[in-house]
Nanobody, 118 residues
Framework: QVQLVESGGGLVQPGGSLRLSCAAS????????MGWYRQAPGKQRELVAI???????NYADSVKGRFTISRDNAKNTVFLQMMNLEPEDTAVYYC????????????WGQGIQVTVSS
Protein backbone atom coordinates (compact mmCIF):
# COMPACT_ATOMS: atom_id res chain seq x y z
CA GLN A 1 0.00 0.00 0.00
CA VAL A 2 3.08 2.22 0.16
CA GLN A 3 5.11 3.03 -2.91
CA LEU A 4 8.64 4.38 -2.69
CA VAL A 5 10.27 6.19 -5.59
CA GLU A 6 13.96 7.07 -5.50
CA SER A 7 15.69 9.75 -7.51
CA GLY A 8 19.06 11.44 -7.72
CA GLY A 9 21.39 8.59 -8.57
CA GLY A 10 23.95 8.54 -11.32
CA LEU A 11 27.63 8.72 -12.11
CA VAL A 12 29.97 10.91 -10.10
CA GLN A 13 33.73 11.28 -9.79
CA PRO A 14 35.57 10.41 -6.58
CA GLY A 15 35.29 13.27 -4.14
CA GLY A 16 32.03 14.42 -5.64
CA SER A 17 28.57 14.63 -4.16
CA LEU A 18 25.10 13.29 -4.83
CA ARG A 19 21.77 13.79 -3.15
CA LEU A 20 19.28 10.94 -3.17
CA SER A 21 15.59 11.45 -2.57
CA CYS A 22 12.84 8.97 -1.82
CA ALA A 23 9.19 9.94 -1.80
CA ALA A 24 6.53 7.73 -0.25
CA SER A 25 3.01 7.64 -1.65
CA UNK A 26 -0.15 5.62 -1.26
CA UNK A 27 -1.32 4.70 2.23
CA UNK A 28 1.42 6.71 3.87
CA UNK A 29 -0.02 7.04 7.34
CA UNK A 30 1.87 5.58 10.30
CA UNK A 31 5.26 5.53 8.58
CA UNK A 32 7.98 5.54 11.19
CA UNK A 33 11.56 4.63 10.29
CA MET A 34 12.89 5.44 6.84
CA GLY A 35 16.31 4.67 5.56
CA TRP A 36 18.74 3.74 2.86
CA TYR A 37 20.40 0.43 2.12
CA ARG A 38 22.87 -0.46 -0.58
CA GLN A 39 24.10 -3.55 -2.31
CA ALA A 40 27.32 -3.79 -4.27
CA PRO A 41 28.06 -6.65 -6.69
CA GLY A 42 29.08 -9.75 -4.80
CA LYS A 43 28.18 -8.30 -1.43
CA GLN A 44 25.22 -8.48 0.90
CA ARG A 45 22.77 -5.65 1.21
CA GLU A 46 23.85 -3.38 4.03
CA LEU A 47 22.33 -0.58 6.01
CA VAL A 48 23.65 2.84 5.08
CA ALA A 49 21.57 5.12 7.28
CA ILE A 50 18.21 5.23 9.00
CA UNK A 51 16.18 8.00 10.54
CA UNK A 52 13.20 7.77 12.84
CA UNK A 53 10.13 9.93 12.66
CA UNK A 54 11.53 11.90 15.59
CA UNK A 55 14.89 12.46 13.94
CA UNK A 56 17.09 9.77 15.49
CA UNK A 57 19.77 8.70 13.03
CA ASN A 58 22.10 5.77 12.69
CA TYR A 59 24.88 5.37 10.13
CA ALA A 60 27.13 2.64 8.91
CA ASP A 61 30.71 3.20 10.05
CA SER A 62 31.88 3.43 6.46
CA VAL A 63 29.79 6.53 5.75
CA LYS A 64 29.92 8.41 9.04
CA GLY A 65 31.07 11.97 8.54
CA ARG A 66 30.39 11.84 4.80
CA PHE A 67 26.69 11.04 4.47
CA THR A 68 23.75 12.81 6.06
CA ILE A 69 20.24 11.43 6.21
CA SER A 70 17.26 13.70 6.71
CA ARG A 71 13.52 13.61 6.20
CA ASP A 72 10.53 15.82 5.62
CA ASN A 73 7.65 14.25 7.51
CA ALA A 74 5.07 16.50 5.90
CA LYS A 75 6.12 15.29 2.46
CA ASN A 76 6.95 11.73 3.52
CA THR A 77 10.31 12.09 1.86
CA VAL A 78 13.73 10.94 3.00
CA PHE A 79 17.02 12.27 1.66
CA LEU A 80 20.58 11.08 1.64
CA GLN A 81 23.25 13.71 1.08
CA MET A 82 26.44 11.95 0.04
CA MET A 83 29.69 13.90 0.22
CA ASN A 84 33.27 12.98 -0.65
CA LEU A 85 32.15 9.89 -2.49
CA GLU A 86 34.54 7.00 -2.92
CA PRO A 87 34.61 4.16 -5.45
CA GLU A 88 33.65 1.83 -2.62
CA ASP A 89 30.32 3.65 -2.40
CA THR A 90 29.33 2.27 -5.79
CA ALA A 91 26.18 0.22 -5.34
CA VAL A 92 22.48 0.04 -5.94
CA TYR A 93 20.82 2.12 -3.25
CA TYR A 94 17.41 1.14 -1.92
CA CYS A 95 14.96 3.26 -0.02
CA UNK A 96 13.18 1.60 2.88
CA UNK A 97 10.18 2.56 4.96
CA UNK A 98 8.54 0.87 7.92
CA UNK A 99 4.86 1.26 8.62
CA UNK A 100 3.23 0.40 11.90
CA UNK A 101 -0.51 -0.16 12.17
CA UNK A 102 -1.43 -3.49 13.75
CA UNK A 103 1.98 -4.91 12.87
CA UNK A 104 5.15 -3.57 11.31
CA UNK A 105 5.42 -3.65 7.53
CA UNK A 106 8.47 -2.96 5.41
CA UNK A 107 8.45 -1.39 1.97
CA TRP A 108 11.25 -1.03 -0.55
CA GLY A 109 11.94 1.17 -3.50
CA GLN A 110 13.08 -0.20 -6.82
CA GLY A 111 16.69 0.80 -6.25
CA ILE A 112 18.86 3.34 -8.02
CA GLN A 113 22.42 3.02 -9.23
CA VAL A 114 25.19 5.15 -7.76
CA THR A 115 28.51 4.81 -9.53
CA VAL A 116 31.65 6.54 -8.29
CA SER A 117 34.40 6.35 -10.86
CA SER A 118 37.08 8.49 -12.43
Amino acid sequence: QVQLVESGGGLVQPGGSLRLSCAASGSIFSIYDMGWYRQAPGKQRELVAIISRGGYTNYADSVKGRFTISRDNAKNTVFLQMMNLEPEDTAVYYCNAEQGIATLRSYWGQGIQVTVSS
